[in-house]
């Protein structure tokens, strides 16, 4: 079972260069959700779609772009990157239920790096 | 705004030795509370939760009361293992929210043979 899966793993970027990370999910669920990681602070919410077509603003969207085409896809773009989003970017989903009590299924994580 | 709070890490255990892991929180309404684990190298996965007050959640060991008094749900396992060695988060949502997931900071756990 693959679950979550993202690409790619490890990126490393310039400042100013675009870039999109995928994130499918076998699981045929309607939730999707884009979270970075940092040091001592967490996952934070940047996106996330409640079905195919939708998206909606996680806490930190500044400098980042979703799409969900279709439900079993969902992308994140930097359209110009900035040191300030160096982070590990986790995807998840969650069927309607799990989504009603918390219960996300997460991929393994990108790490990006943007010099 | 709706927060969590955890005890600062590192925390480095001797294998068999008690485990308690502080979470406190701030929210506006009762929240559904979860304890995340992350092993090294993977992504978050579910541990245990508990939906409303005085609710105990359990899993592999693991257990977490919902304490709404105290705005708290501490982690605690009797009896650790080094493969229990992983990062855990403390996490809240609200019900029909969307599954969003307000997260502490983490609480990285080591434990030695």
């Known amino acids: 079972n693959a679950g979550v899966t993202q690409t790619p793993k490890f990126r490393v970027l310039k400042t100013g260069q675009s870039m999109t990370l995928l994130c499918a999910q076998d699981m045929n669920h309607e939730y999707m959700y884009w979270y970075r990681q940092d040091p001592g602070m967490g996952l934070r919410l940047i996106h996330y779609s409640v079905g195919e077509g939708t998206t909606a603003k996680g806490e930190v969207p500044d400098g980042y772009n979703v799409s969900r085409l279709k439900k079993q896809n969902f992308l994140l773009g930097l359209e110009s990157a900035a040191p300030s989003q160096t982070s590990v970017y986790f995807c998840?989903?969650?069927?309607?239920?799990?989504?009603?009590?918390?219960?996300?299924?997460f991929g393994e994580g990108s790490r990006l790096t943007v010099l | 705004g709706n927060s969590v709070t955890q005890m600062e890490g590192p925390v480095t255990l001797s294998e068999e030795a008690f485990l308690t892991i502080n979470c406190t929180y701030t929210a506006t309404g009762y929240p559904s509370l979860f304890w995340y684990v992350q092993y090294p190298g993977e992504g978050l996965q579910l541990l245990l939760k508990a939906t409303k007050a005085d609710d105990k959640g359990s899993n592999k060991g693991f257990e977490a009361t919902y304490r709404k008094e105290t705005t708290s749900f501490h982690l605690e396992k009797g009896s650790v293992q080094v493969s229990d060695s992983a990062v855990y988060f403390c996490a809240l949502s609200f019900y029909n929210q969307g599954g969003k997931l307000i997260f502490g900071q983490g609480t990285e756990l080591s434990v030695k043979p």
């Open positions: 998840a989903s969650s069927s309607a239920a799990g989504a009603t009590t918390g219960e996300l299924f």
